[in-house]
């Protein structure tokens, strides 16, 4: 069991940029993967990114170029940097964190893109 605690969230305007963190209960090494989804109002839950216990990184392409995830193991923590953001960037964001096929969740947090 991990308790998973995200911030940084907030409005920002297009093209600002914020960072997210989620701050984990224990060791992010024990997890094979942890990242962060995204869920808009009526649509499918997306994976943005994620990082493996190696450090090797996965983004989705909306993400490419303009996200960057990372962790710092001192503090238990995996960060989000989003850039150049979007308006369709806007949804909650949950950061995860898996050991195998089990799955714990933060509870989330608004990232408003608005002018």
């Known amino acids: 069991q991990v308790q998973l605690v995200e911030s940084g969230g907030g409005l920002v305007q297009p093209g600002g940029s914020l960072r997210l963190s989620c701050a984990a209960s224990r060791n992010i090494f024990d997890f094979n993967f942890m990242g962060w989804y995204r869920r808009t109002p009526g649509e499918e839950r997306e994976l943005v990114a994620r990082i493996n216990v190696g450090g090797r990184t996965d983004y989705a392409d909306s993400a490419k170029g303009r996200f960057t995830i990372s962790r710092d193991s001192a503090e238990n923590t995996v960060y989000l940097q989003m850039s150049s953001l979007k308006p369709e960037d806007t949804a909650v964001y949950y950061c995860?964190?898996?050991?195998?096929?089990?799955?714990?969740w933060g509870q989330g947090i608004q990232v408003t893109v608005s002018s």
């Open positions: 995860y964190a898996a050991i195998l096929s089990r799955i714990s």
